[in-house]
């Protein structure tokens, strides 16, 4: 026995009290988990963002197009120094017209570049060969496929929230993640294809050769910054102006209109953190108020208001943190285990990647113990400051 | 007979514990009432957007003006049976388009801004928007009105100061509107034909609007505009349109709602902690109000009475604090229509209603396990020393 | 109302032989903390308590109580003193005072060679964790520890082995007759037993002063005499100064001297 084992044994004086605690703080950092998990899930698209890749768009905004022959002084590097390759991508607006999955990304790419610049997404060169052949080819991320039902050589009709009617693709090739963060739910299609069909109506008024965004290679990251501003510059005496960000800008530029959403979810994760305070301190404050008496023997027989201070602390402090592991391996089960599967698969556009990293796991630990470490400061001031003989004096 | 002073004073007296409880239970209703008040300023936003009589018109499969198109005869339109003519004009074409804009806040942060190039009969419309600040445009300038929610929020788009459409094509504000908490409130309005120039789509608008003589005439006129092979459209009341429109902020309503749930287990279970504690501490005088008379039932009841008021009291204070919410106004992206809107938080009396009710279920399930095991103490305690 | 301290019936307290004290400790194991690390006694005249003139005032809102007036004390070491008195007479107070717990308004208090109105709260805790045995009328016990465990705890504040501490306990353990129930918890005790395991503890650290604030006090009749019983054999055999508050006549009884506490005056 040793000065710990008082306050580690008290945990057993009113079980009933110390697994309703436990459970309350284990709940509460099950749900602080699961707020910063989807804080770093809409994240973690920018922070795994290739450091060798640049984004241009229209500088107006993401839904105006820039003309195709803008990569051709991309891809030159006289005029573009700097820049190891160029491929882009108009959005498409996919809608399944059987709606097995609520939302995807379909885009319309140039076939001959694309993957070898997007090389997260993995392809095998058949696949590639095939869609070179295939002119209404599509290739697809391996949850998308299972999730529609197709493998390779299986044909796909799509709707578009921007073009009318159905559209008929075959399916030539499916992609693999290289990153466990990659999205693993779009469809990439030929972007000829694309251009062709919109202008098989020699009448249509809509613009000839026009591209969505351009993602370029850049051979040295540090120079990120600087090509950007040479590729605005070239375009900038243009009638369609860019605007080029690096990968991680690009991504994050999503966010914005988020940005009060995320926060709120921030704060509401402090807010979690603040239940778990009034829950513990509560018990604590209970448990040490019904042994005023005992702690007043403690000090009668020589311990001193230390002894008494860290007892008290010790146990607020145990049990925040027992309540945290609990809650740490109940999200792990819980949320890396099923949830996460689930949404990945299910609401994978939005979440490719929902599982809770080791960061948020230390973060709810160390939140447990500042918990723990102010919900029994003040009942432990109160207890070690009290005079002896007050103490004894209450029986209960 | 239920010993209700009892247990109200047993709260008073146990300060420290009935404080942090119901500050626990504040917490939660907070979130939960701050979830229901933005559902309802959506609500109200959708609402005062769209009108029964007033038909939206867009291209079959589109879901929003943003995405859609209609080539230029779209005045056809107004020309079919059951349409009012609203300033000398049946049908009025708007273009919508969504501009990348810099927030106003310094953070570097970057939304979107949605314009709507509308006609000179645009304005007379919709009778609800009054210029709150400066003037109405000119029709064929470039002079724009923002709307007062969003006015200020972003850069150049405030009144006064100017923005570029496109390179060397400035959109003057010259000032603001409001138009009855509509989502209009969170657009730019100009010219129809000098934006569509200045974008280069002058052969398309993203929508058609137009007003029938009467709400009813609807399905008739929706079952003209749409066998019309060549067009190729669909017709919505704007009404039902806006209605589906807030289905992109709804969500927000129901994950919020449903992390103040989440709250409210944590939050009951400490309630029941404090019950618990409150009975294991109380046994002896529980045994005395037994064998005073009180039966099992009552002790039951007047615990549960107890745990309800504790929470209630929580209740109370989270829903005098969400009030400070009104004054607030929340900047969000609509997915649907890909462009941001500002919804201010609106209480209601449901709401209130609603959020006492929620923490008093709070006391009710978490009380109702201590309350059985103060109903168990038998009379003997009370002699027990 | 200065009243000096009138001893009715004393018995002889004397040291007891070298014999008895072999007999209660076979091991040897209890041995007396060496003086090197007490308290430093300051050397004075008069007996293992000495009070002086000791005046205890509390305050009720700005209402002065005057429960301890003028007292005098002179208590010789090895005596086994009953402090009788009605509720209020301020008999725990003069407890408290004796036991280092509590501070005189005004008076010198000399408690086993130590002046205790000289000495820190810090310096009065190590004291009585080396020269106090408590016990209290109820509560004595924490609930969660069991028997052994709660005689080990004033052990934890001195810098003995573990090893020793566990000789230590099982010695106090024996001599209160509760060596078998070491392992149980207080809840499977009995009152008069718990009192007893609560008496083990006093004595572990070998104090020279054993404190009990009406130790029988909720005890039946048996285990109440088993209790006096044991304290007999600790005040005979072990030598230890008792200095007991109670309303019980027949434990009163049992002292060797006998004193009244009538509204702050000892009679």
Known sequence: MNVATYPTRNLFRRRGRTILTLIAIALTVLIFNVLRTCDHGWQVGAEEAAKDRLATRHKVSITMQLPKRYIDDLRDPAKLPGIKAATWANWFGGKDPRERVPFFAAFAADHLSWFEVMDEMKVEPAALDAWKQTNNGAILGDVLAKTLGVKVGDDLTITSDIYPGDWKFKVVGIYMPLRKTADRNSMVFRWDYLNNKLHENPQSATPKDQIGWVMSRIDDPSKSAEISRSIDKMFDERDDQTVTMSERAFQLSFLGGASAIINAFKWVSLGILLIMLLILANTVAMSVRERTHEYGVLRAIGFSPRYVFNFIMGEAVLVALLGGLAGVLLTMVLINGVVGPFIEENMGAFFPYFRTPMHVFGLALIGAVVVGVISGVVPAIGASRRKVTDALRRVD | MVPVRYNTRSLLVRKITTTLTAAGIALVVFVFAAAQMFGEGAKRAMLASGRADSVIILRKGSDAELSSGIGNDYKKLGDLPGVAQVAGVGAIGEIVIVITAELADGSGGISNVLVRGTPPEGLAFRPEVKIVSGRAPKPGTNEVIVGKAISGRFKGVGPGQSFELRRNRPLQVVGEFTAAGASYESEVWGDLDVIRKYLGRESVVSSVRVRLTDSSKFEAYRMAVEADKVFSVKAMRERDYYRKQSEGTQFLVYGFTGIAILFSLAAMLGAAITMNGAVANRTREIGTLRALGFSRGSILVSFVLEAMLLTLIGGTAGVVLVQILSLFSFRTMNFMTFSDVVITFQATPGIVIGALVFSAVMGLLGGLIPAIRASRVSPVEAMRG | ?267
Do not use: C
């Not at chain 3, 400790?25 to 000495?50: S, T």
């Not at chain 3, 107070?93 to 408690?111: K, Q, Y």
């Open chain 3, 1 to 267: 109302m200065s009243v000096s301290s009138v001893s009715s019936e004393s018995n002889e307290s004397s040291e007891p032989s070298a014999e008895t004290k072999a007999k209660a400790d076979p091991d040897g194991a209890y041995r007396p903390i060496p003086d090197a690390d007490r308290v430093p006694p300051r050397a004075l005249g008069g007996g293992i308590v000495k009070l002086t003139s000791i005046a205890k005032t509390f305050y009720r809102g700005k209402e002065p109580i005057h429960v301890l007036e003028r007292l005098d004390l002179d208590v010789p070491e090895g005596s086994f003193e009953a402090l009788m008195g009605p509720s209020g007479s301020g008999k725990s107070t003069l407890l408290n005072i004796i036991a280092g717990l509590d501070r005189p308004t005004s008076g010198t208090v000399h408690v086993a060679g130590a002046d205790l109105t000289r000495m820190s709260d810090g310096e009065l805790a190590k004291w009585r964790s080396q020269t106090i045995g408590f016990v209290f009328q109820s509560f004595n016990l924490i609930p969660v520890l069991t028997a052994a465990q709660n005689v080990e705890l004033p052990l934890l504040l001195t810098p003995l082995s573990g090893a020793d501490r566990k000789k230590r306990v099982a010695t106090a353990l024996r001599v209160v007759g509760l060596e078998d129930r070491m392992e149980h918890y207080p809840r499977q005790l009995s009152g008069g037993q718990e009192q007893r395991v609560a008496i083990a503890r006093a004595i572990v650290n070998d104090p020279k002063i054993i404190v009990a604030d009406e130790p029988t006090g909720d005890l039946d009749r048996k285990s109440a005499d088993d209790v006096l019983t044991l304290m007999e054999k600790l005040n005979k055999e072990l030598g230890k100064t008792i200095f007991m508050v109670t309303h019980d006549p027949a434990a009163a009884e049992r002292a060797g001297v006998r004193r009244k506490l009538d509204k702050g005056a000892l009679l």
